[in-house]
């Protein structure tokens, strides 16, 4: 356990189901973030939230949405996906600063 | 061209070579992250260094600023280490972090 920990660790889902992924944190982190992870490409920042604020959406489908209830807690939404969505979705925190920066296992999501 | 490239791609050693793997960025940078995926996926963060060098264990990680280059090197390799070493470099106000593609690394006995 790195201290971020992230729910379920694998999904199936149909192109119409609606279902979250969970990430938690109990490090004192500020900052969270939601990055994808696709086969043979490097990952790629989705979401960032300091302080419970939205402070980044990198040009992401409005088929994810993410949600920040406490700085403890983050959660993405999803809805009608897509294949192509289908990937390793990763939960990090860290201080404001950038320090500290800690990865949950993930989330394996597959889109049928 | 990725803003983050790394090298190689892929590395095959025997156990108890010296191994190095390469990073060039072409932003500039606050800091830069060394980091190690298992196959289950999970991400753990090796170094953060900003210049100079670093040791833990059998790891060191160095930068090179002027050059925009660091390099992770690994003595003495073992089977666990094997796994994909990813380089990310955090630029820019906020903390978020750009990854190199990885190198995947097989230390075989």
């Known amino acids: 356990e790195t201290g971020v920990t992230q729910t379920p660790r694998h999904l199936v889902m149909g192109m119409t189901n609606k279902k979250s992924l969970k990430c938690e944190q109990h490090?004192?982190?500020?900052?969270m973030y939601w990055y994808k992870q696709s086969a043979k490409k490097p990952l790629e920042l989705m979401f960032v939230?300091?302080?419970?604020?939205?402070?980044e959406n990198n040009s992401v489908p409005s088929r994810f949405s993410p949600e920040c209830p406490n700085s403890s807690h983050l959660f993405l939404h999803l809805h009608t996906l897509q294949p192509e969505d289908s990937a390793l979705y990763l939960c990090?925190?860290?201080?404001?600063?950038?320090?500290?920066?800690?990865f949950g296992s993930g989330t394996r999501l597959t889109v049928v | 061209k990725n803003e983050v490239e790394q090298s190689p791609q892929n590395l095959t050693a025997q156990e108890g070579e010296f191994i190095t793997i390469n990073c060039s960025y072409s932003?500039?940078?606050?800091?830069l992250h060394w980091l190690q995926q298992h196959p289950g996926g999970g991400i753990v963060s090796l170094f953060m260094?900003?210049?100079g060098k670093k040791k833990h264990g059998r790891l060191i990680a160095t930068i090179n600023i002027q050059e925009k280059h660091s390099s992770l090197h690994i003595t003495a390799s073992h089977p666990r280490d094997s796994a994909v070493y990813i380089c990310?470099?955090?630029?820019?106000?906020?903390?978020?972090?750009?990854f190199g593609t990885g190198t995947r690394l097989q230390v075989t006995l």
């Open positions: 990090a925190s860290s201080k404001e600063s950038g320090y500290g920066y800690t």
């Open positions: 490090l004192g982190h500020n900052a």
């Open positions: 939230y300091n302080f419970k604020e939205q402070t």
């Open positions: 932003v500039g940078i606050s800091a």
């Open positions: 260094l900003s210049s």
């Open positions: 990310a470099v955090m630029s820019g106000t906020a903390s978020k972090l750009t």
